[in-house]
């Protein structure tokens, strides 16, 4: 039997799109947006974003952490839960590829977005590459095996 998720309330919508300006702020203003900063930063020259990347991390742990300890429910009203993650060969694959295209072209996802907002359109061809290679792995995860 299929699931089938229910529509997000109006409150929902407006704290994702409030932590969703959050994010894309704060990418622009640490210049992740830029994939000739993220490309010096993987080749060692700059370490700016990795006091980014290193703060971003240390908020989600404390955050993570500490607020099913200290409070009853989320700011929505629902329950933690946690994800079980697992790690297989196909989620070695995937982190391998990500991080070459990463590494090749200096754009992650969520900043390439961001950087649209900055007015660099040269992003959209990133972002096409993103969607074909997840357009690509849906396929291959249909194909009868």
Same mark, same amino acid.
């Given at each position: 039997?299929?699931?089938?998720?229910?529509?997000?309330?109006?409150?929902?919508?407006?704290?994702?799109?409030?932590?969703?300006?959050?994010?894309?702020?704060?990418?622009?203003?640490?210049?992740?947006?830029?994939?000739?900063?993220?490309?010096?930063?993987?080749?060692?020259?700059?370490?700016?974003?990795?006091?980014?990347?290193?703060? %971003?991390?240390?908020?989600?742990?404390?955050?993570?952490?500490?607020?099913?300890?200290?409070?009853?429910?989320?700011?929505?009203?629902?329950?933690?839960?946690?994800?079980?993650?697992?790690?297989?060969?196909?989620?070695?694959?995937?982190?391998?590829?990500?991080?070459?295209?990463?590494?090749?072209?200096?754009?992650?996802?969520?900043?390439?977005?961001?950087?649209?907002?900055?007015?660099?359109?040269?992003?959209?061809?990133?972002?096409?590459?993103?969607?074909?290679?997840?357009? %690509?792995?849906?396929?291959?995860?249909?194909?009868?095996?």
């Amino acid at each position: 039997m299929k699931k089938t998720a229910t529509p997000p309330d109006a409150r929902a919508l407006f704290v994702t799109l409030v932590a969703g300006a959050l994010f894309g702020f704060g990418l622009a203003l640490s210049t992740m947006v830029q994939p000739e900063v993220v490309l010096s930063f993987l080749r060692f020259q700059d370490w700016g974003l990795m006091l980014v990347m290193g703060g %971003a991390v240390a908020v989600t742990l404390l955050a993570y952490q500490l607020a099913p300890r200290l409070c009853q429910r989320s700011l929505l009203g629902h329950g933690f839960q946690a994800h079980a993650s697992v790690w297989n060969r196909d989620t070695w694959r995937g982190a391998a590829l990500f991080g070459v295209g990463w590494g090749l072209c200096g754009v992650c996802p969520g900043p390439a977005i961001a950087g649209l907002g900055t007015g660099n359109w040269t992003l959209l061809w990133a972002l096409a590459g993103i969607a074909l290679g997840a357009l %690509a792995q849906g396929w291959r995860a249909r194909a009868p095996h």
